[in-house]
């Protein structure tokens, strides 16, 4: 099943992030009705990736799930604060075990603070992309609680192909994602794990990484749910 989420903006201007703009919003939906009615033989699903935020999700399930009502809503970790740093994954700075700590944590967060309206937790190992470092005691306490609040709670985490494409840029400083140990730890847990396209390009579809992502998983015996959710999210929630 292929459906669309973008980045979702905030809905609270305060908080500013490099998504489209709130302003656009309609049009996001707009367009994507009309790629409804161009195809009729398709169902697309909509959805919205949304950023974590501390202390400020309510907006998210007030603006997108009940009032907009969005076919899905995935959440997603980015960026962080560390005190007064900004840390994004997809910087090119490295960064140690706080900062890889602090992006779990924030998975761990919004997996109980979203629990009702997210259908399924992007990428849960994302900051290992430019982490440098091993799977300390305190990351691994972090991912063991994060495995089973996905487990007690039924949110998929999600094994992102993306990351299998970006695995050519990672070097032997850095881990990369999927990590591996910490999806040992997760498919230990018990985690429902969702195989994630989190295509940017059209040729994303077919490159190859989406098998790879299966594959990944298969290997740690971890329990995959991309069937039973796309029958959730067709069923209309
Ligand atoms: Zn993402």
Not at 37 to 54: C, H, K, M, S, T
Not at 81 to 103: N, P
Request: proline content about 4%; hydrophobic content about 40%; glycine content about 8%.
């Amino acid at each position: 099943m292929f459906g669309f989420s973008d980045h979702a903006p905030f809905p609270d201007r305060h908080v500013q992030f490099d998504r489209m703009g709130y302003d656009d919003i309609g049009a996001y939906e707009c367009l994507m009705k009309q790629l409804a009615a161009e195809f009729p033989g398709l169902r697309i699903p909509v959805g919205l990736e949304l950023d974590y935020v501390p202390g400020e999700m309510d907006i998210y399930r007030r603006e997108y799930h009940e009032c907009r009502r969005f076919d899905y809503l995935i959440g997603s970790v980015h960026q962080m604060f560390l005190g007064e740093k900004f840390i994004m994954f997809i910087q090119r700075e490295l960064y140690g075990e706080e900062a890889m700590l602090a992006f779990v944590e924030g998975s761990i967060d919004m997996a109980r603070h979203c629990r009702d309206f997210i259908t399924f937790l992007a990428h849960p190992d994302v900051a290992a992309f430019h982490y440098v470092g091993g799977m300390t005691a305190k990351l691994e306490k972090a991912f063991r609680e994060l495995g089973k609040i996905s487990r007690e709670e039924n949110i998929p985490l999600e094994v992102n192909a993306n990351g299998m494409r970006r695995k050519v840029e990672v070097t032997s400083t850095r881990r990369g994602y999927p990590w591996r140990e910490a999806w040992e730890i997760l498919a230990s847990e018990g985690a429902p794990a969702i195989i994630g396209l989190d295509a940017h390009h059209l040729p994303n579809l077919s490159d190859g990484s989406f098998r790879k992502a299966a594959d990944f998983a298969r290997q740690l015996g971890l329990r995959i749910v991309n069937d039973e959710l796309a029958e959730k999210i067709l069923s209309g929630r």
